[in-house]
């Protein structure tokens, strides 16, 4: 069984458990039934939102005083609802456990609709790219994007580089990249000074002590410089490329990985040195 078919089954397990513990909160309050249920169905809503205002704090480098000022609605909404529900029910122990199963199972099924991928994109794209702009602001530079490439949403693809090398890690599907603060252009040398053996390029990759072929190439009539290498055992190339465009130091990295894939592992192969410069090419700042 595929993991896009347990998160269905669980998504529509959710639902349905939604539609009976809303049945349970409701059976048996008389006229009060269906003030009951729609308030329940209230408490739904404001259970997601609630689950959008924590992903939100979560992702936003900055909180604006207008965020909070929603967060605070939403928390207040789900708590005058939750006692609205509790009072309606004359807080029954049995009624105030389906509440909180609500509650509970409102977040499962937000989580099931997240992970099937449905609206990723157009949801987490613009939060993203807004995230990057606060850290960018903060580091004292416009960040750069290309403008066909993704970001990836089955995990954080930004993440924020500590001192003393401060600036941002971006995770695309194909390829890594990192951006910091540059003081001015720099010259064919000293991009080579960070690609020599034993460098560290972007987080958790660092050039072998030999690779295959060193390049100078340029990127938006920048100078850059690329370095690849092949390693005997699958999943084979890596490419690095490294250049400053428009005042930020560009790292790119794109590594060979393997994926399961119906059950078979695929190997997918790094992008060449043409492929890396192309998306390079496409950088744009991000406004």
């Known amino acids: 069984m595929g993991p896009i078919v347990i998160i269905v089954v669980v998504g529509v397990l959710a639902l349905a458990g939604l539609a009976a513990l809303i049945h349970v909160l409701g059976r048996g309050a008389g006229p009060e039934r269906s003030r009951v249920t729609w308030l329940a169905v209230g408490f739904v809503a404001a259970s997601f939102l609630s689950v959008v205002a ?24 789900l708590v005058g609802l939750f006692v609205l529900i509790g009072r309606a029910v004359s807080w029954r ?8 199963g609500v509650l509970i199972t409102s977040y499962i099924l937000f989580a099931a609709i997240a992970m099937s ?16 702009k606060q850290m960018a602001d903060d580091m004292g530079f416009v960040a750069l994007l290309p403008s066909d490439e993704p970001l990836i949403t089955d995990m954080l693809p930004v993440t924020e580089i500590p001192e003393p090398d401060r600036g941002i890690g971006l995770a695309f599907e194909e ?15 000293e991009l080579e000074a960070l690609v020599v053996p034993g460098e560290e390029p972007v987080a958790g990759f660092r050039i072998p002590s030999k690779f295959q072929t060193q390049e100078d190439r340029e990127v938006q009539g920048e100078p850059a410089v690329a370095v690849s290498y092949v390693e005997t055992a699958p999943p084979g190339r ?13 790292r790119m990295v794109s590594m060979g990985y393997e994926r399961l894939t119906e059950g ?24």
């Open 54 to 77: 924590l992903n939100l704090v979560s992702v936003l480098y900055e909180i604006s005083p207008l965020l909070i000022a929603g967060i605070a609605v939403v928390v207040t909404l």
């Open 117 to 132: 991928g449905i609206g990723g994109d157009q949801l987490m794209q613009p939060l993203y790219r807004t995230t990057i």
């Open 93 to 100: 122990a049995g009624k105030v456990v389906a509440l909180v």
């Open 175 to 189: 390829f890594q990249m990192e951006e910091r603060k540059a003081e001015g252009s720099a010259n064919e040398s």
């Open 238 to 250: 890596a490419t690095v490329l490294v250049f400053v465009l428009e005042g930020v130091e560009v």
């Open 264 to 287: 078979e592992r695929v190997i997918h192969p790094a992008l060449t040195v043409d492929e890396l410069v192309a998306v390079a090419d496409s950088l744009e700042p991000v406004e």
